[in-house]
Nanobody, 118 residues
């Protein structure tokens, strides 16, 4: 399974950015799709996750500003980021949870850098 993330970049404070992550290969049954992030010197944290039924968990630090969605037909997850703040600067990693033959697997993308400039 390969995860290809794209859409990161440099944006000014208050701006918006959308990142996407497409899963390909022998993905099996994709369950959860989500995003984590890691800022310099900090631990990786959950940003948002979306399940197959469409329910979501959004991290407290981004609630009300970030929205997660998915296109199950294309095995792609999106993260729409609005009202960006300097503290949103981080490498954003997508994560996909799949099941195959009753086994659960987790896959991580390579990360895409988001830099919010003041």
């Amino acid at each position: 399974v390969q995860l290809l993330a794209s859409g990161g970049g440099l944006v000014q404070v208050g701006g918006s950015l959308r990142v996407s992550c497409a899963a390909s290969g022998s993905v099996g049954n994709i369950r959860d799709m989500g995003w984590h992030r890691q800022a310099p010197g900090k631990e990786r944290e959950l940003v948002a996750v979306i399940r197959t039924d469409g329910t979501t968990n959004i991290g407290d630090s981004v609630k009300g500003r970030f929205t997660i969605s998915r296109d199950s037909a294309e095995n792609t997850v999106y993260l729409q980021m609005n009202s960006l703040k300097p503290e949103d600067t981080a490498v954003y990693y997508c994560k996909v949870v799949t099941t195959r033959s009753f086994q659960r697997y987790e896959y991580w993308g390579q990360g895409t850098l988001v830099t919010v400039s003041s």
